[in-house]
T-cell receptor, first 116, second 117 residues
Framework: DTGVSQDPRHKITKRGQNVTFRCDPISEHNRLYWYRQTLGQGPEFLTYFQNEAQLEKSRLLSDRFSAERPKGSFSTLEIQRTEQGDSAMYLC??????????????FGPGTRLLVL | AQKITQTQPGMFVQEKEAVTLDCTYDTSDPSYGLFWYKQPSSGEMIFLIYQGSYDQQNATEGRYSLNFQKARKSANLVISASQLGDSAMYFCAMIRGFTGGGNKLTFGTGTQLKVEL
């Protein structure tokens, strides 16, 4: 069983460009989460999917951010018109739910984004 | 709202010694879960150990144990027999005990652990 994978691992882009990240969860996991982690901080929740439905979005997720999980398997996170403040590590996690307080999320290696 | 506090930005420990990383939490939920993750410089968050709020015994996983003191709202991680490979950032995190929807993790700011020879 492979773990969560993310692609690309690193992305450098110029301000104003669009970027798209991909996450492949653990195969039997029905929930998929996106988090953002800036330097010196813990990850912060962005959004999550149960199967193909996007059920919650953080207020951190501005209109420039969009996420999809079209067939309930892999997910993409797109950032339009990137800004320097978008520079961060974007982490994807998956879990098997519902398990209440025992829901363990397994993370991928992350995508480091640098906006110049 | 849930909150996790990690007051130790950095810790040093000698190889083969034990070390305790502190974590306190705040929540009004009666049911919740507490997690510790390890983040090496490569960036991946590695799950280490889990403690449920109703668990009677402290969780253990190999060299990791969780010192859970519910009344004090603390969930400290104890690493025994430290190894050089334990050098990393360690995050304490919390989840609601809620099966009706998504369970986002709330993280602390982390503790950077360095194991020395």
């Amino acid at each position: 069983d492979t773990g969560v994978s993310q692609d690309p691992r690193h992305k450098i882009t110029k301000r104003g460009q669009n970027v798209t990240f991909r996450c492949d969860p653990i195969s039997e996991h029905n929930r998929l989460y996106w988090y953002r982690q800036t330097l010196g901080q813990g990850p912060e929740f962005l959004t999550y999917f149960q199967n193909e439905a996007q059920l919650e979005k953080s207020r951190l997720l501005s209109d420039r951010f969009s996420a999809e999980r079209p067939k309930g398997s892999f997910s993409t996170l797109e950032i339009q018109r990137t800004e320097q403040g978008d520079s961060a590590m974007y982490l994807c996690a998956s879990s098997l739910a519902p398990q209440g307080a025992g829901e363990t999320q397994y993370f991928g290696p992350g995508t480091r984004l640098l906006v110049l | 709202a849930q909150k996790i506090t990690q007051t130790q930005p950095g810790m040093f420990v000698q190889e083969k010694e034990a070390v305790t990383l502190d974590c306190t939490y705040d929540t009004s939920d009666p049911s919740y879960g507490l997690f510790w993750y390890k983040q090496p410089s490569s960036g991946e968050m590695i799950f280490l150990i889990y403690q449920g709020s109703y668990d009677q015994q402290n969780a253990t996983e190999g060299r990791y144990s969780l010192n859970f003191q519910k009344a004090r709202k603390s969930a400290n991680l104890v690493i025994s027999a430290s190894q050089l490979g334990d050098s990393a950032m360690y995050f304490c995190a919390m989840i609601r005990g809620f099966t009706g929807g998504g369970n986002k993790l709330t993280f602390g700011t982390g503790t950077q652990l360095k194991v020395e020879l």
